[in-house]
């Protein structure tokens, strides 16, 4: 399975692309698709759209995961919040491609088991997870990691509950 | 010129389209596009973008108006209207037309000239002003009447102040 994890933003939309095999996570990409912030919004949400639905056509997700926070620091950060979204899950209605969100404490909970840790924390797990050198690169791309591996765990953490672990013998 | 108007609302998208030549506005179409609330999020965005795509065809508005509240009541409604908003501005991008947006209180002002109106004030100007036997029903297609009808106002003004008002003898 593959899963694109979205860091929603309008000036920088965070992106990581992760491939799983049970336990299993492999990193195929993760970035940041960048607007002028000059641009008018219209043609920036455009920009987003165009570049998001060649991600798409290119690593071929299963699912989409996007961070949504429950609260925002205020209605105008979430406005654009709002916007980045709704391009993001319009892209994955548009593919046919199922949407999950979390929230930003659902992501650190799953990522580090502690809701309340630091980014470099967070960061840190990814780097680990991921087998990578160092942390990845931009913060949003990092950050769109942690979704994609939120999803991961939930999938993974569900399908145990149903089906119950394998036994080793 | 013809003008659309857009009421951005995730479960019920306003509209109004109106054909403008100077100061004289027709009325050409209005409603609501409306959503199932059950559905999920990603599924409504992508039937709002569907519909709004098939209304611009439709009516080849030449400019798009859209309400941008400045502040709103609260983060999930913020949320909310930011996801409708970047539906209807990336459809407007998407054919290449201009878009612009306006407080609820430019609209206001621009429709009964008082900020601080009621909304059956605002109605009751929109029914007058287009020359209807009542009111535009529902509520979201009037508030989307008045946005095109707040663009068309600001369009004339701006015209007037940049070439001077037509002298009659």
Do not use: W
């Not at 609260?71 to 993001?88: E, F, M, T, W």
């Not at 990578?132 to 791309?141: E, I, S, V, Y």
């Not at 999803?151 to 394998?166: D, S």
């Amino acid at each position: 399975m593959i899963i694109l994890g979205i860091d929603p933003g309008t000036i920088s939309m965070g992106y990581g692309v992760v491939r799983v095999d049970g336990d299993k996570v492999e990193l195929l990409a993760a970035g940041a698709l960048n607007c002028q912030a000059k641009l008018p919004l219209a043609r920036r949400l455009f920009q987003l759209h165009t570049e998001l639905d060649k991600l798409v056509v290119r690593y071929a997700p299963s699912e989409v995961a996007i961070e949504d926070p429950f609260v925002a620091a205020n209605p105008r950060s979430a406005l654009a919040v709002g916007r980045a979204q709704a391009i993001a899950m319009l892209v994955a209605a548009q593919h046919g491609l199922p949407v999950f969100t979390y929230t930003p404490a659902q992501v650190k909970q799953a990522v580090t088991s502690y809701g309340g840790s630091s980014k470099e924390q967070v960061q840190e797990m990814i780097r680990l997870t991921l087998g990578l050198p160092q942390p990845p690169q931009p913060n949003d791309a990092a950050d769109a990691l942690a979704i994609a591996l939120c999803h991961q765990r939930q999938t993974y953490l569900n399908r145990l509950v149903e089906t119950g672990p394998e036994r080793k013998p």
